[in-house]
């Protein structure tokens, strides 16, 4: 999430405090948010602007008085939803939906649904929509002005510089993010390799962004893609993450080795140029004593697939509709959060190297259902056996499996969201959307 809070200015002093940031905070079994972004888009399918009458920062405003609008320089950037939870943007306007972590996949829909209502209502009025599409299928990345955020500002002057995609990645793509808790370090390692393991089977089956610039692509979902070309420093999958001694001092050392892209000092955003955070801890210069505060902002810099923050995030998936959504958030949930079936799944799961795993998310990108993975049974098989695993697990905490539904049904019709992507009389790409018959 991209808005920005007041951190603990306590200055680091030593290795352990660096440690705690990755340590979980009263982590509760099967406790799970998600973060799901939305594309403003017209009735030609092409991305609205932040500015104007019509644009997003009107459909912030309209609903500020419900809830509490967050502001940088006059301009709504994010409202705090009464009850909890956020409505952020991304840095091209996309809409971010972020519920807070609860332990029930009933709780969280319901919450995904209400707000989807209230935002996409908004936005209705005003002539466009919100759809969960993996891309913007019409625009480029400069078509329209940024979200006038110094955060993002920086950003961009950054990922200019560091890889070919960064501007796409800022302005074109829309993710769905499913975020979990851990209990220790121990539990920490296991769920992210059986989360790594898991991505490039999930992707090949939830891919959602076959089009770009009004063409279809050779892609079914351009996020490895684009990520692979945004920042190799601080984006894709990191080989420690493969370490058999991975901990939170490994989580540590990556993390200082990462360049730091900007501070803040008295409320305002400082670049901060060519140094890593380790480099900057031993000579901070002119900026001062170098704080936990500084830290935090730091790893929300860090990219990774599967990042980890005292709880888990993954981060590779498009946006998807609504029941996809849920249902990828049910597997995760089944397959990751009682030590049975996790267990049982890091035994099944084929052994990837970090290398290996790069390639096949671009292979599953790029060929969804027909993806053939260069090691173990056919991804089928797989993500058959992460479902049967899943729907052992949410039976275990209490949940229907009937959440798994759509995600079972795609792996029937050996199909992925971008099979049904269709181009209308007037040539505007449309991608699928709620209700949609396939889900």
Avoid at 89 to 99: D, F, K, N, T
Avoid at 259 to 272: I, N
């Amino acid at each position: 999430m991209s808005t920005d809070q007041p951190g603990d200015r306590t200055p680091i002093a030593s290795f352990s405090q660096l440690a705690a940031a990755f340590e979980p905070k009263e982590p509760v079994r099967g406790r799970l948010g998600i973060e799901w972004e939305q594309l403003p888009v017209d009735p030609s399918s092409r991305l609205v602007p932040y500015e104007g009458e019509r644009g997003v920062e009107s459909l912030l405003a309209a609903l500020a008085p419900q809830h509490e609008a967050v502001r940088e320089n006059g301009h709504v950037t994010a409202l705090r939803l009464r009850g909890g939870g956020m409505v952020a943007l991304e840095p091209g306007g996309q809409v971010e939906i972020a519920s807070p972590a609860v332990e029930s996949l009933e709780t969280v829909h319901r919450f995904l649904a209400r707000v989807l209502k209230e935002v996409d209502g908004e936005a209705r009025r005003r002539g466009f929509r919100l759809v969960p599409w993996g891309a913007a299928p019409h625009n480029g990345p400069e078509d329209l002005p940024d979200v006038p955020k110094r955060r993002y500002l920086l950003l961009r002057r950054h990922l200019e510089a560091a890889g070919p995609r960064g501007r796409r990645m800022m302005k074109l793509t829309a993710a769905t993010q499913v975020a979990l808790d851990y209990e220790n370090e121990a539990d920490m390692a296991a769920k992210a390799r059986g989360a790594l393991a898991a991505l490039p089977y999930l992707v090949a089956f939830t891919a959602n962004s076959p089009v770009a610039g009004g063409r279809r692509t050779r892609w079914l979902s351009q996020r490895p893609w684009i990520w692979r070309g945004t920042d190799p420093r601080r984006c894709g999958v990191p080989g420690f993450l493969f370490s058999a001694r991975l901990g939170y001092a490994e989580l540590v050392r990556y993390a200082l080795d990462r360049p730091v892209l900007f501070l803040t000092r008295e409320g305002s955003y400082l670049p901060v140029k060519e140094r890593t955070f380790r480099q900057l801890l031993r000579s901070p210069g002119g900026l001062g004593p170098v704080t936990l505060e500084d830290w935090e902002l730091h790893l929300s810099t860090c990219f990774p697939e599967v990042r980890l923050r005292g709880y888990l995030e993954i981060r590779t998936l498009d946006s998807l509709p609504l029941p996809m959504a849920m249902a990828v958030a049910a597997l995760f949930k089944g397959l990751l959060a009682l030590e049975g079936p996790l267990a049982e799944w890091n035994a099944f799961r084929p052994v990837y190297t970090a290398a290996l795993l790069r390639g096949a998310l671009l292979g599953a990108a790029r060929y969804g259902p027909r993806w053939e993975p260069p090691v173990g049974p056919p991804a089928e098989v797989v993500l058959r056996r992460m479902l049967m695993t899943a729907a052992e697990g949410l039976v275990a905490l209490g949940e229907n499996p009937c959440w798994l539904a759509p995600l079972r049904e795609l792996v029937e019709r050996s199909a992925c969201p971008a099979d049904f992507w269709r181009r209308d009389e007037a040539g505007v790409w449309r991608g699928p959307e709620d209700p949609d018959p396939v889900f």
